[in-house]
């Protein structure tokens, strides 16, 4: 939800706790998505590099970045309370802990493993784990995300910068929801986030503090415009449901196309990196595709598009052959001139 909070079929999902894995595979459209084992074994190990003996390569890492001047700091995973790993526990220790950082307490903290944060999305609580959260001494809370992707010459893959740079400021957004809900500053929370990443192909950890402002407004907008769940019911029918209908055997027994049938019946929101973190990518590209919708090329592309829906409705605005609608006036002059450059290059050539 959190990467695409426009997604109405994706926020109501969630909201019903439905199990979009086996509702993906009984509608025969499942979707494996992720890492190989490969890939996230390599992650773990090096986030568990970086976290062991009470953070101390992370904590060498912030005071150059952030020029730290506690000889000694406090660490504190939270990763379980007491051993009990459930989010809702987790969530309200994480609260107690940060606020009595917050506010100046006995214990200021320094670092935060693995806190668990909590996030309304579409009118639904969704619960948010980072890395790692650092407390500076300047009132200031920073959030640190590790990834295992390499850093070769001050370079690195920019779609997994990106996705990490978006991944930390949800956290961002998160930890600020935290604060004004007890009555303290978001500001608290600095706009840059620190990604940790390896040096080359090695296991040398390398620190950078990025500005991620323009992500945190993008995703607030977005956030703010997330359909409120009862207003998502209000527009499907009363006999929607997703309910797979197991058998005594716990097999599930209903029918794949009357369950798309149900699916369809709320607005989605298709992106091509849905294909990366959401059960119901497949469903959702091909009704993208049956639709022939601009949305299968990005929004680079369907920003650029504003008010055309379809490839076909583009290429006829291009051709002449359709007269465009009064929002479309301004992309159709443009569509048609760039057809004329076109036709003049094929005639050329």
Not at 35 to 43: D, E, T, V
Not at 151 to 166: E, G, L
Request: net charge negative; charged share 25%.
């Amino acid at each position: 939800m959190t990467a695409n909070p426009g997604c109405g079929r994706r926020t109501l999902l969630d909201a019903c706790g439905a199990d979009k894995d086996a509702i993906a595979t009984q509608a025969g459209f499942a979707w494996p998505f992720g890492q190989s084992p490969f890939a996230i074994g390599r992650g773990k190990s090096f986030e568990a590099s970086i976290t062991e003996h009470g953070g101390a390569k992370l904590l060498t890492l912030l005071r150059d970045l952030l020029d730290l001047p506690l000889p000694e700091v406090a660490y504190k995973p939270v990763d379980e309370v007491g051993g009990n790993t459930q989010r809702e526990l987790r969530h309200q220790h994480t609260c107690k802990l940060l606020l009595e950082a917050a506010r100046g307490g006995d214990w200021p903290g320094t670092l935060f493993d693995h806190p668990m944060l909590r996030l309304t999305v579409g009118g639904v609580h969704v619960y948010l784990e980072p890395d790692v959260i650092a407390f500076k001494v300047k009132d200031l809370f920073y959030v640190v995300e590790i990834k295992s992707f390499p850093v070769i010459d001050r370079q690195a893959d920019p779609d997994q910068v990106a996705a990490a740079i978006r991944q930390a400021s949800v956290y961002v957004i998160a930890l600020r929801e935290m604060l004004s809900a007890h009555g303290l500053d978001p500001a608290m929370v600095a706009s840059s986030v620190i990604l940790v990443t390896p040096k080359g192909f090695s296991n040398t950890p390398v620190a950078t503090l990025t500005d991620a402002r323009k992500q945190i407004a993008m995703l607030v907008r977005q956030l703010r415009r997330a359909d409120n769940v009862s207003d998502l019911l209000n527009e499907v029918p009363d006999d929607t449901t997703f309910d797979l209908r197991h058998n005594d055997l716990g097999v599930a027994t209903r029918a794949a196309t009357d369950l798309v049938n149900h699916l369809l019946r709320i607005e989605a929101r298709y992106r091509p990196a849905c294909t990366q973190h959401c059960e119901m990518a497949a469903l959702c590209r091909d009704e993208a595709v049956r639709a022939d919708s601009l949305d299968l090329y990005g929004t680079g592309v369907s920003d650029v598009f504003n008010g055309v829906d379809s490839a076909s409705t583009a290429r006829a605005l291009a051709a002449g052959t359709r007269l465009p609608s009064p929002d479309q006036q301004d992309v159709a002059r443009t569509l048609r001139r760039a057809q004329r450059l076109l036709d003049e290059l094929g005639g050329v050539a």
